[in-house]
């Protein structure tokens, strides 16, 4: 008997009410049988709004793939601006999804014009180079901010759809957009209701990278190590943990 694909989901963030969100639209998404469990790193910021945040999240969040690396199929890491990504590819076979890079590929495939509502204004460089790093500048025609911080996604729910409602109708009118990616893991699980007042799709990315990592892992695909991703060379690096030095095969 086969067994089940297990997935570790990992929030960037160490805010425990947005881990159990995210946890509780991965588990949705999830094919029954798939296994999923919802991590976050022993440590870093609270939230992840501006570059400073992300890089100090990066080291936590593959901390917790070196750590899990034997005991799942594949990895999310479910922050909109997909920080470490290609670090994490260098330290495992395993495939590792970007939720961000997921809610575009899914985009792509829903709508010509599709855009992203987002958080707080001053991550619209942090935005527009994640777009632009995952190859889809050209077609991402709108990023639309809200001015919430974060932490409001997760326990201000009701302002964060009215919030997001009102910026995506913006990119529906003036920036024709046809479908729209949800630019935060704290946005998860609001899909299905802005898709009722906004009438288009709407994409909640920690679902879209749950349902490619079932996919990769359900095409029995690894990530490549014939060139870019191989694994990180030995060297001692100072500071830091037995655990997290190479080599990692």
Request: hydrophobic share 45%; proline share 6%.
């Amino acid at each position: 008997m086969q067994r089940p694909i297990r997935i570790n989901v990992i929030n960037g963030n160490t805010f425990e009410p947005m881990t159990q969100g995210i946890d509780e639209s991965a588990q949705a998404a999830c094919f029954p049988g798939t296994e999923v469990v919802t991590t976050q790193p022993k440590a870093g910021p609270q939230s992840l709004e501006c570059y400073y945040d992300e890089y100090l999240a990066i080291p936590g969040i593959l901390e917790q793939i070196i750590l899990a690396n034997h005991d799942f199929d594949a990895f999310v890491i479910a922050c909109w601006g997909d920080p470490g990504l290609e670090a994490a590819r260098e330290i495992t076979t395993k495939p590792v999804i970007g939720i961000a890079e997921a809610s575009m590929y899914v985009a792509n495939m829903l709508a010509a014009r599709w855009g992203v509502v987002t958080t707080q204004h001053r991550t619209l460089d942090i935005i527009e180079k994640t777009i632009y790093k995952a190859g889809f500048a050209h077609r991402c025609v709108s990023i639309r901010t809200t001015g919430l911080a974060v932490i409001e996604t997760e326990t201000a729910r009701q302002a964060t759809i009215d919030a997001l409602e009102q910026v995506g109708r913006l990119a529906i009118t003036e920036d024709k957009v046809e479908a729209l990616c949800l630019g935060c893991a704290g946005m998860s699980r609001l899909d299905v209701e802005l898709e009722q007042r906004l009438e288009v799709p709407v994409i909640d990315a920690v679902a879209a990278a749950v349902k490619l990592a079932e996919a990769l892992v359900g095409l029995k695909k690894q990530t490549s190590k014939a060139l870019t991703y191989q694994f990180p060379g030995i060297k001692p690096i100072k500071g830091f943990p037995e655990h997290m030095q190479p080599p990692f095969c």
